[in-house]
């Protein structure tokens, strides 16, 4: 069965400064790997997944990923963050299956990130 | 286009009563799932749906039920509420094509006492 770690419970960033966001994750073969975020009193959000291919992938709102296989990493980054990014950040595992049923996602147990001015 | 809807946002029980948690999606899903959100745990998966009229157990199944009776609804029954229970519940729903990537509604925060 697939887990995943998100090592850093809270991370605070000034405004304006650079992001990365740790994920570790273990499966035997190659998951689909996603991040999603949730800001305050919402539902998540998919920012971005990674199913094959290129291994740094873009998604929405600035973000990007980079997978890793020789780390079993997928670590969130942004440039510059914006006030508006503070939220709680959860990356998410899924074991690839052509069988209809196994298409469950493993959750971290996410990271709240804090902006300051 | 509502994406995925809850009902209802809040909602405080006492120990013992039951009640029935309501998910609708506009966009035609075939899957979709029920999680639990508690401090410092992450999103664990209730039950999940591949398809009308069918339900599976998921990460965390006991003590509650589910039903499909509608492609475009799904419901998460607690026959008899614990403590143990109060937690944030989502939804969430997929489409065939890409079905790992879920789209969530706004959550359902259950407090029991």
């Known amino acids: 069965a697939q887990s995943v770690t998100q090592p850093d419970i809270h991370i605070t960033v000034s405004e304006g400064a650079s992001l990365e966001l740790r994920c570790n994750y273990s499966y035997g073969a190659t998951p689909y790997l996603f991040w999603y975020v949730q800001s305050p009193g919402q539902g998540l959000q998919l920012l971005l997944k990674y199913f094959s291919g290129d291994t740094l992938v873009q998604g929405i709102k600035g973000f990007e990923a980079e997978f890793k296989r020789s780390q079993s990493s997928f670590n969130l980054r942004k440039p510059s963050v914006h006030w508006s990014d503070a939220a709680e950040y959860f990356c998410a595992v899924g074991a690839p299956s052509s069988r209809f049923g196994n298409e469950k996602l493993t959750f971290g147990t996410g990271t709240r990130l804090t902006i300051i001015p | 286009n509502a994406g995925v809807t809850q009902t209802p946002k809040f909602r405080v029980l006492k120990t013992g009563q039951s009640m029935t948690l309501l998910c609708a999606q506009d966009?035609?899903?075939?899957?979709m799932y029920w999680y639990r959100q508690d401090p410092g745990m992450g999103l664990r998966l209730i039950h999940y749906?591949?398809?009308?009229?069918?339900?599976a157990k998921g990460e965390v199944p006991d003590g509650y039920n589910v039903s499909r009776l509608k492609k475009q609804n799904f419901l998460l029954g607690l026959e008899s509420a614990a403590p143990s229970q109060t937690s944030v519940y989502f939804c969430?729903?997929?489409?065939?094509?890409?079905?790992?990537?879920?789209?969530f509604g706004p959550g359902t925060r259950l407090t029991v006492t």
């Open positions: 969430a729903s997929s489409y065939g094509t890409s079905r790992y990537e879920q789209y």
């Open positions: 749906s591949v398809g009308e009229g069918t339900t």
């Open positions: 966009m035609n899903h075939e899957y």
